[in-house]
């Protein structure tokens, strides 16, 4: 047996297509209202957009600076090999300390021979108790904006000469990184906020319009959802419709910027995320968040002005 919300939902259903074609027809009939509402959409969801893609070539570009800045450690040269070790061991129990590396001097002093033959006639006359090179400790960090504080916990243990890592720049970049991120969420907020107040209005003119339809409708018997839906619908319709541009946009501007900067930011170390299929799964982001956007302004619309 078919409750009566069962009936309520199939009767949904039947008159879809006949909602949509009304949503249609409010949009263009309240165009004014209608073009504020979807311009505010498309100007949210292009921030929207390059607020994600930011983000997300940022997190791409810090995993790369996690991967490849490296914490040198110049070891001195009177270090025995059993205190490299002991050191080596040392630096590793640091909570921020990923991994080790020992590089020796032996080593380096062998692949400066193998660059050319200027420099392995000059490393020759190099023995094990005059080489001028330093032992060294490649260390590889967990958190990189505590990548200062490690180093100068290393720098300060025995037989340490000096650290480097490109100290002040990292750190400066990652702040960089993480401002703009943080800046682009709340003007996101801020627009998206904007936007519903806007649907709510144009839909709040839709139902001044349609008054007198609507209360028919409840003279007849009609169920508060049957009242509320084509609304929703119309805020869905201007969520929709208002997607569209941003997601041309992503599209064509995001594939733009990676040939335009061969796919990196600033460095080659620094690579962009590819855009296919990527651009596909933000223009999805964009389009749920346009109709979601349409139907929550819409929905608060009702529930004030049709107080149902």
């Not at 904007?194 to 001044?208: P, Y």
């Not at 995320?273 to 968040?289: A, D, E, M, Q, S």
Request: hydrophobic share 45%.
């Amino acid at each position: 047996m078919i409750t009566r919300k069962g009936l309520i939902v199939m009767k949904i259903f039947r008159m879809l297509p006949r909602y949509f074609r009304d949503a249609f027809k409010s949009v263009f009939r309240n165009f004014s209202l209608s073009i504020a509402s979807i311009s505010c959409i498309v100007v949210t969801l292009i921030l929207v957009s390059a607020s994600i893609m930011l983000t997300n070539n940022v997190e791409k570009a810090t995993k790369s600076i996690e991967d490849d800045v490296t914490i040198v450690t110049f070891i001195n040269n009177q270090t025995t090999e059993e205190e490299l070790n002991s050191l080596s061991d040392q630096v590793k129990n640091i909570n921020n300390v990923e991994s080790v590396e020992i590089i020796t001097k032996q080593s380096k002093k062998e692949e400066l021979a193998k660059e050319s033959d200027v420099y392995s006639n000059i490393v020759s006359t190099w023995s094990d108790d005059n080489n001028p090179l330093h032992d060294e400790l490649f260390v590889k960090v967990k958190d990189i904006e505590k990548i200062g504080k490690t180093a100068k916990e290393i720098e300060s243990m025995e037989k340490v000469d000096s650290v480097k890592y490109g100290e002040g720049m990292v750190e400066k970049m990652v702040t960089i990184f993480k401002g703009i991120q943080r800046g682009m969420i709340v003007i996101v907020i801020g627009l998206i906020i904007v936007t519903a107040f806007l649907i709510g209005n144009t839909i709040k003119l839709t139902i001044f319009s349609r008054r007198r339809e609507i209360e028919i409708m409840r003279l007849v018997g009609a169920s508060n959802i049957t009242v509320k839906f084509p609304f929703v619908v119309e805020g869905f319709v201007l969520g929709l419709l208002g997607s569209i541009i941003p997601v041309a946009i992503t599209i064509y501007g995001y594939n733009s910027l990676y040939k335009y900067f061969d796919g990196q930011l600033f460095t080659p170390i620094l690579k962009m995320i590819k855009p296919y299929p990527y651009v596909y799964n933000i223009c999805g982001i964009l389009v749920l968040i346009g109709v979601l956007v349409g139907m929550f302004g819409s929905y608060r619309a009702v529930r004030k002005y049709l107080k149902i």
